[in-house]
């Protein structure tokens, strides 16, 4: 056995006392956001532990500690002269203002989720078995969307449509349009109140998804251009689409290549598949950054498990990178497909026939 190296073991035991802090911060995020502990603060006042609980009606002593925490980790401000905690413009915009595309705090979501399904990851750890997205704690559906919303909101219309040859003039005069595996609608709603003379088509597996989708759809006055309806990605019914779209769920299907196939049967000849998926470059070495290590991570715990618990199970991952993302969509029948554009989170791509 080698000798290690001191210095390298003390430089090693300082990232994990950094990963020890971010994950137990994790927690305390998760209970600011949903008690409202941020919003409360979102206009940037200065407050002490007593003021934020009288605006919040919640415990002076557990404020003060949490307050702390999260001033330790620098996701709040402390005035030591003044001895009050406080927003920042940055900080509000990332975690009181759920419309902002710098919100992040339903990422967290998605965390919780992680460390309560643990249990069912260890057990395909061992027989290779799958965990289905219907089998994981619910606060990964409502997290989902919540982390992914804010890209949507940021680039979906402005950047990511007009980068399609001739899509958007399409959806402006009136095109037909499927969104598959659409979650809870976020991507769906957004296309609806962008482009009212279009009718849209919201399709998952997921009944819960749906039936969320369909409040929401409600809750945005759109629900008269969109029809929500469970099904899967390789038996959703066919109408001439112009468009189909799938939105960071390409590489959570078992059988990509078959729902791509099946895309390419319900549109119309001239139609365009536009497929959303994770940034990831082609080779490992060039993914360990922080975002491939996000993605890594959630590709173990929750997209591998997914695919592996469907037929062929082809387990993609949510850092394929294009060169495979390519080819499963040229064997599912596409022969044009190219990187329309890309932000640091995501890879966007048309293909046609």
Known sequence: MREPDMAKVEALVGKLVGDVGAALSAALITLGDRLGIYKAMGDGEP???AQLAEKTGLNERYLREWLSAQAAGGYVDYDAEAKRFSLSPEQA??????GSPAFFAGAFDIVQSVWLDEGKIEHAFKTGEGVGWHEHS???FKGTERFFRPGYNANLIDSWIPALEGVRERLEQGAEVADVGCGHGASTILMAQAFPKSHFYGFDYHQASID?????????GVADRITFEKAAAKDFPAHDYDLVTMFDCLHDMGDPVGAGKHVRETMKPDGVWM????FANDDLEDNLNPVG???YAASTMICTPASRAQEVGLALG???GERRLRSVMQEAGFGHVRRATETPFNLVFEATA
């Open 93 to 98: 915009l990332a975690l009181a203002q759920e």
């Open 318 to 320: 949510a850092q394929a």
């Open 293 to 295: 290590r996000i993605y």
């Open 47 to 49: 407050v002490t532990p």
């Open 275 to 278: 497929v959303v998926e994770p």
């Open 138 to 140: 619910t606060c990964l």
């Open 212 to 220: 969320r989708a369909r409040e929401a759809a409600k809750e945005a």
